[in-house]
């Protein structure tokens, strides 16, 4: 199975909840390459509170910088560059018996350094990208603004999962971007292992793997 990359729509759009409940339904393992900005925490951490399955290994990521802004800029503000080379060499290290849930940092056209983007991570990782959407007023555009930019770069894309409510229009996103639906999660009350336990049991495994 290619490694799933988790990318969304922008920044705080529900990736980590996300990857926390695909971790939890695959039992897969689980990677963030690059982590900017820590001081409350990382979502490497936040996602080992989430999850109860004890085959999960969470990877340490390959760059993990303080500064809470573009990954670009967070690196530079420690005079580092991000390198994608370095970051494969990383993946090439790993154990891939198990399934692999790779989170990214904000959306698609992030910049890592100043000629690449997480597009071009997700590329060269040669991943399976499924897109998060998080229903709020303009996530339309987003979200296919978002679609437009993976098939003129030419990605793989599983499909759509939506966090949060808003109105009803996760259809028709999806028929617009021609990607399909592969589930929707609800705006939780509060976020524990007991609620990411029950979403991934929730999870149609058959359809989520014939997409992977």
């Excluded at 199975?1 to 529900?14: D, H, N, Q, R, V």
């Excluded at 990736?15 to 409940?21: E, H, L, P, W, Y």
């Excluded at 987003?142 to 770069?153: E, F, G, V, W, Y």
Aim: charged share 20%; aromatic share 10%; with cysteine.
């Amino acid at each position: 199975m290619k490694p799933i990359f988790i990318s969304g729509i922008g920044t705080a759009i529900g990736k980590t909840v996300v990857a926390a409940v695909l971790t939890e339904a695959l039992k897969a393992d689980y990677w963030k390459p690059v982590q900017a900005g820590y001081k409350t925490g990382t979502d490497r951490s936040a996602l080992a509170s989430l999850i109860t399955n004890t085959e999960t290994i969470i990877h340490p990521e390959g760059y993990t910088l303080q500064m809470p802004a573009s990954p670009h800029i967070a690196a530079r503000n420690e005079n580092r560059r991000i390198e994608i080379p370095k970051l494969l060499h990383d993946f090439n290290q790993m154990d891939k018996r198990r399934p692999l849930v790779i989170e990214g940092a904000g959306g698609l056209m992030v910049p890592l350094n100043e000629s690449e983007f997480v597009y071009d991570l997700v590329k060269e990782l040669d991943a399976k990208l499924i897109l998060v959407s998080r229903n709020y007023l303009g996530s339309i555009n987003h979200s296919l603004m978002t679609a437009d930019i993976c098939r003129s770069k030419g990605l793989d894309v599983a499909g759509w999962i939506f966090n949060d409510h808003y109105l009803n229009y996760e259809q028709e996103i999806a028929e617009w971007s021609g990607y399909p639906r592969l589930f929707s999660l609800p705006l939780f009350d509060s976020l524990t292992k007991e609620t990411i336990f029950l979403a991934a049991g929730g999870i149609d495994l058959d359809y989520l793997y014939s997409r992977l």
